[in-house]
């Protein structure tokens, strides 16, 4: 989910393209630009509608003469589709095709349903799929949540705990199943209770590491080569949010779910744990469509002892996202925790361009029943350009700094929480 740094310098190129443009123009007098994509950022489209996307800086290098109101395609199915290179630290270079579908609805007071999903091969042969959607039945009265994901996924591995070190790893490879199902139902307003399963498979792991090995890591842990976890889950869900990919100024989001892994059904281990998942959306300052954001993900094993590769660990979230800053996968342990705050600011008034400042902290303890270690700080910056204003859609390019020399570009369609 991190972008490429082809695309980075195309957006460095893009923003002296509106600063070189603003020079010469009247932001007072639209009619003054060129129409075409670098003063896309500048442009207020006419009408009741002023929101630019991409896809109006296309109708402009076309020249067709056409206004795509935001109002008038509210009952479609909006589509967003990126092929795209793109790099990060976990992947190196890669090719990916990623999708965004947002569903309409009857009712205005309806959550939108989404489905997301990504192909995507890379420069560490790495094969990387992922599908997830979120389906609400007619009124809010269900939800159903999917997450499936299948990973032939080499990658390094620092260790368990907070003290893990960039230079030792262990170089892992391994085939991975994912598949999560829960269905919850209404019980209370925006409250939802319901079962699901948990389903996480991994075979064929090897270790060819030799030298600079972690001093806690996989082998200390127990390897095996290959581990099965199933468990049945109990979801509790507190959701405000109409739309995902793009909360709303004053909504809130709030997941608990027990995991109980049990050998009948399957699993190598029995063993529980519980997952707190809370986020907030403050308009700040009041009034404006600025929002200071707040995300806290945690990640307790409360009972028996789950496989190496089930453990919490930084980015293991469903979107990959948790720890900005950091490779996936850097930090490791029985316990997770994590919290974010970021602040989302408009840069152009037309929509089309914002900006975010975030900064999170975590910290994992190492071994089953020992205390959580040291924090471990992250920061950073970031753009949004607005891909689909009807869906509300933007691409979101971050560049994130953590501890000991650790950083990188990151790359979501959407928002990161």
Do not use: C
């Amino acid at each position: 989910m991190k972008w490429s740094l082809i695309k980075l310098s195309f957006l460095v190129s893009f923003f002296i393209s509106i600063n070189l443009t603003a020079q010469d123009t009247t932001l007072g007098h639209p009619s003054i630009h060129k129409k075409n994509i670098f003063t896309l950022g500048l442009y207020k489209q006419p009408g009741l509608d002023s929101m630019v996307d991409f896809v109006d800086g296309l109708y402009r290098i076309l020249k067709v003469n056409k206004i795509r109101s935001q109002d008038k395609t509210q009952n479609k199915t909006l589509i967003t589709f990126i092929p795209a290179p793109e790099y990060s630290l976990a992947t190196g270079f890669a090719t990916s095709l990623n999708a965004d579908i947002i569903f309409p609805t009857k009712n205005s007071t309806d959550n939108h349903s989404s489905v997301s999903s990504t192909l995507k091969y890379t420069q560490n042969k790495q094969v990387i799929t992922q599908l997830v959607s979120n389906f609400w039945m007619k009124n809010n009265s269900f939800k159903i949540t999917t997450d499936w994901n299948y990973l032939k996924f080499p990658q390094k591995d620092f260790g368990l705990g907070s003290a893990s070190n960039l230079k030792l790893f262990n170089n892992l490879d391994y085939s991975y199943i994912k598949m999560h199902q829960s269905i919850v139902k209404r019980i209370a307003p925006n409250l939802y209770f319901g079962p699901g399963l948990n389903i996480d498979y991994h075979w064929n792991i090897t270790d060819t590491t030799t030298l600079n090995k972690p001093i806690v890591g996989f082998n200390e842990y127990g390897f095996t080569k290959q581990s099965s976890s199933i468990g049945a889950t109990l979801n509790v869900l507190y959701d405000t949010r109409m739309q995902i990919s793009n909360p709303a100024p004053n909504s809130s989001y709030l997941n608990l779910i027990y995991r109980n892994n049990a050998k009948f059904l399957g699993s190598d281990q029995n063993w529980q744990s519980i997952i707190l998942d809370y986020r907030k959306y403050i308009p700040f300052p009041m009034g404006s469509k600025n929002i200071l954001a707040f995300w806290s993900y945690n990640v307790f094993t409360i009972k028996g002892k789950q496989p190496y590769l089930d453990l919490p660990s930084t980015a293991a979230d469903t979107y990959n996202n948790t720890g900005r800053g950091y490779i996936l996968g850097r930090f490791r342990g029985d316990k997770f925790v994590f919290a974010e705050s970021e602040y989302r600011f408009g840069i152009t008034e037309n929509g089309f361009l914002g900006g975010v400042v975030f900064a999170n902290m975590q910290s994992v303890s190492e071994m089953q029943g020992k205390p959580l270690q040291s924090i471990l700080p992250g920061y950073g910056a970031g753009i949004r350009i607005k891909l689909n204003k009807h869906s509300n859609t933007s691409v979101a390019i971050d560049y994130g700094i953590g501890q000991g020399g650790s950083k990188g570009i990151f790359m979501n369609l959407g928002e990161v929480f």
